[in-house]
DNA sequence: CGCCACTGTCGAAGCGCTTCGACACGTCTT
DNA sequence: AAGACGTGTCGAAGCGCTTCGACAGTGGCG
């Protein structure tokens, strides 16, 4: 291990200057710069992450706390995860993985210990039960995800209500008027999830506006679930022409079931889903969907978490705009209903 | 924060005191141990993180490297990671989450300087450039995926020569002699990922003992190029009655395209898959399918990484063997062939 | 009864870095 | 020409922990 004080004596200069060459706290002449840079070079010198955590009491590390659960949105959940450890390695951040089984303990090790300067929160229950440690302690933290309580916390996530009240504004517009939501699995719910809620709320309370019936069902992913679930619907609301989807794995198994039945998408039933575009995109039926921006939630949570953690922070929440893209499972509502 | 220091103080007795009561590393007696821990308890004591892993120049960290490509098995990865990080958990390790993206550079910054103990990589190609990098550091790590040349190298994976052999001997059994792969998409075998190819090359020479013939045709996901696909195969051997799928992308197109066609499965056509089984469960049809331990591949790659550092190291390769489950996409070949 | 070995505790020396105050110059002002 | 200032560099003091050697005290043994 090549140490700061080898490099020093490489150079001919002192530890502090080294020190002051690396993090540009101090002028440095060119000069002495250039031939510390050599030095640096030369010997392959590394600086050694714990003492310059000790002596700094920064570790450079975002901790990042993932759903353990294998249920549920994942590929969402992964991309979120890359885009953060992509962006925190731009602002010369590194990353430490969380899983969320941990809980509340996690949050107390991490911050406690110094190991990682700030935290992205994924998965986040309307009323989290980390979220008082993070309101106590001095570390900046992010969420991603909307609890109840936002008071004295930074949040990013998408506009799900906006983005339920979207979809069936669609789906009126094409003169749909009975609806069917097939949402996450019940125990999405039962947890109180945030998104799945509010995405049902901004959904409903646009339908009453425009006058549309709206029918929710939880639905497991999976073709059997979703057999189930179908033969209901249709069964309390024949007339139901138009699908809202919020569960990736009952997509497919939705439109499988829909021309199994020979109900033609969209000439006799319009899909919208809120799911990744790459889900929408490669579906049997191209999808009319509400991304889910996965990449920019990542990207963001970082940006706001950095610049805390140089000072000029911002308790805020940022939900970002929905965007819906028209694609072949919406249309005009069957002239017969 | 409170200090070792301060806990000492508390206590009555001296720094390294508490901290052989906190390692165990000398022996403390039961009064002097129970007074230091309640006092740590009172205090709310954590230890510093880099003052930790200055002194005993060990950060109790485990870098994972995982594949940036959000193109293919991702719900593998993500059960690969998140089975590493509980398991590390499990055995006092915090996890450091890299993106491929960095590649070699990744590998000298981790271990230079000294942010994490040892390194697990997924996603290993053939002749991967981070493997002389490897070799020459005396930081443990352990690859997930089978590179070339082994040499200095511990590595855990499934045994995909012999998962190819099992898919076709199945295939076989059941009197089947026209065999079509669908295989991972083109990319991936550019790539060299050692994976593709090692299922590719022990079914081929499987089959060649067994008589059968084999078409394989690598395949991006989604349906426009499963149909492609799936129109070439059959325009070039019509007699196909067995698919094996190495491709989670293809399996679900693949199975709507079949019926679509009138080919019933298992009747007319019998599909094993290379899958996860949460996929084969959750398909369309419940699929004959030769199961990705993703759990166990990244439990198995932390334990030998842990083993290594505590100096009960072996380097070794950790090949688990395939099993195949039976469920409803294969049957007898149709008598007709 | 005295010696040895063991057990439990302490003090001190770092680990490699950051950062503060000090200081020696050279430059600009008046 | 003398003081005021700015610039670039250095020395030293920690940051909070681990770990080594030292050393009392205790009990077992011959």
């Given at each position: 291990?090549?140490?700061?004080?080898?490099?020093?004596?490489?150079?001919?200069?002192?530890?502090?200057?080294?020190?002051?060459?690396?993090?540009?706290?101090?002028?440095?002449?060119?000069?002495?710069?250039?031939?510390?840079?050599?030095?640096?070079?030369?010997?392959?010198?590394?600086?050694?992450?714990?003492?310059?955590?000790?002596?700094?009491?920064?570790?450079?590390?975002?901790?990042?706390?993932?759903?353990?659960?294998?249920?549920?949105?994942?590929?969402?959940?992964?991309?979120?995860?890359i885009?953060?450890?992509?962006?925190?390695?731009?602002?010369?951040?590194?990353?430490?993985?969380?899983?969320?089984?941990?809980?509340?303990?996690?949050?107390?090790?991490?911050?406690?210990?110094?190991?990682?300067?700030?935290?992205i929160?994924?998965?986040?229950?309307?009323?989290?039960?980390?979220?008082?440690?993070?309101?106590?302690?001095?570390?900046?933290?992010?969420?991603?995800?909307?609890?109840?309580?936002?008071?004295?916390?930074?949040?990013?996530?998408?506009?799900?209500?906006?983005?339920?009240?979207?979809?069936?504004?669609?789906l009126?517009?094409?003169?749909h008027?009975?609806?069917?939501?097939?949402?996450?699995?019940?125990?999405?719910?039962?947890?109180?999830?945030?998104?799945?809620?509010?995405?049902?709320?901004?959904?409903?309370?646009?339908?009453?506006?425009?006058?549309?019936?709206?029918?929710?069902?939880?639905?497991?992913?999976?073709?059997?679930?979703?057999?189930?679930?179908?033969?209901?619907?249709?069964?309390?609301?024949p007339?139901?022409?138009?699908?809202?989807?919020?569960?990736?794995?009952?997509?497919?198994?939705?439109?499988?079931?829909?021309?199994?039945?020979?109900?033609?998408?969209?000439?006799?039933?319009?899909?919208?889903a809120?799911?990744?575009?790459?889900?929408?995109?490669?579906?049997?039926?191209?999808?009319?969907?509400?991304?889910?921006?996965?990449q920019?939630?990542?990207?963001?949570?970082?940006?706001?978490?950095?610049?805390?953690?140089e000072?000029?922070?911002?308790?805020?929440?940022?939900?970002?705009?929905?965007?819906?893209?028209?694609?072949?499972?919406?249309?005009?509502?069957?002239?017969?209903?």
């Open positions: 291990m090549v140490t700061l004080a080898e490099v020093a004596q490489h150079a001919g200069v002192s530890a502090s200057t080294v020190s002051y060459v690396l993090s540009g706290k101090r002028s440095i002449s060119a000069g002495t710069r250039q031939r510390v840079e050599r030095s640096i070079q030369e010997l392959g010198y590394h600086p050694n992450a714990g003492a310059r955590a000790l002596a700094s009491s920064r570790s450079n590390i975002i901790a990042l706390m993932v759903p353990l659960r294998r249920d549920m949105y994942v590929p969402v959940m992964m991309e979120i995860a885009a953060v450890a992509t962006s925190a390695r731009a602002h010369g951040y590194d990353v430490l993985l969380l899983t969320g089984e941990e809980g509340p303990d996690a949050v107390r090790r991490v911050t406690g210990s110094g190991l990682a300067d700030a935290m929160l994924m998965d986040v229950e309307l009323d989290d039960e980390r979220l008082p440690l993070l309101r106590q302690t001095d570390r900046p933290s992010v969420l991603i995800g909307l609890p109840t309580d936002t008071t004295g916390l930074t949040c990013v996530d998408l506009d799900f209500s906006a983005t339920g009240a979207l979809c069936v504004e669609h009126a517009a094409l003169g008027r009975d609806i069917a939501v097939i949402g996450e699995a019940p125990a999405v719910y039962e947890r109180h999830t945030g998104f799945a809620e509010r995405t049902l709320d901004g959904l409903r309370s646009r339908s009453r506006e425009l006058g549309l019936r709206v029918l929710h069902r939880p639905c497991e992913g999976g073709y059997d679930a979703m057999a189930l679930t179908l033969a209901r619907i249709f069964d309390e609301r007339g139901t022409t138009g699908f809202v989807v919020q569960n990736e794995n009952a997509v497919e198994p939705l439109l499988a079931l829909l021309r199994q039945q020979g109900r033609a998408v969209p000439e006799d039933v319009s899909v919208v809120v799911c990744p575009d790459q889900v929408a995109t490669q579906a049997s039926v191209r999808l009319t969907a509400v991304s889910i921006p996965a920019e939630m990542g990207r963001r949570a970082v940006e706001h978490l950095v610049a805390k953690l000072g000029h922070g911002d308790e805020e929440i940022v939900l970002l705009a929905p965007r819906l893209t028209v694609r072949a499972s919406s249309g005009p509502a069957p002239s017969g209903s």
